[in-house]
């Protein structure tokens, strides 16, 4: 199992940008898929990026060209730079990991709220 940690939430102005962190723990994380959801109130959760073991990444159409994920895995971090921020991406953003063919781990969950 893996123990995660988010960091870098905040508020923040329509256009400008956030760097969230999380930092994880307690098992082999460069072997992970790891990714980040987010849950604004009264929608469903979403996931807004993800990243293999070995780099390859993916993203929500509604981030694509404005969110990059990446991994330090020296560091068993993950990040996601978020530039060019709109409203609609208010929520609270969780760092998640897979293993056993799903997204088990979940980390505490980071709130980013970005004023119009």
């Known amino acids: 199992q893996v123990q995660l940690v988010e960091s870098g939430g905040g508020l923040v102005q329509a256009g400008g940008s956030l760097r969230l962190s999380c930092a994880a723990s307690?098992?082999?994380?460069?072997?992970?898929?790891m990714g980040w959801y987010r849950q604004a109130p009264g929608k469903q959760r979403e996931l807004v990026a993800a990243?293999?073991?070995?780099?390859?990444?993916n993203y929500a159409d509604s981030v694509k060209g404005r969110f990059t994920i990446s991994r330090d895995n020296a560091k068993n971090t993950v990040y996601l730079q978020m530039n060019s921020l709109k409203p609609e991406d208010t929520a609270v953003y969780y760092c998640?990991?897979?293993?056993?063919?799903?997204?088990?781990?979940w980390g505490q969950g980071t709130q980013v709220t970005v004023s119009s």
């Open positions: 998640v990991g897979r293993r056993d063919f799903g997204w088990r781990d």
């Open positions: 307690g098992s082999i994380f460069s072997r992970n898929a």
């Open positions: 990243i293999t073991s070995d780099g390859s990444t």
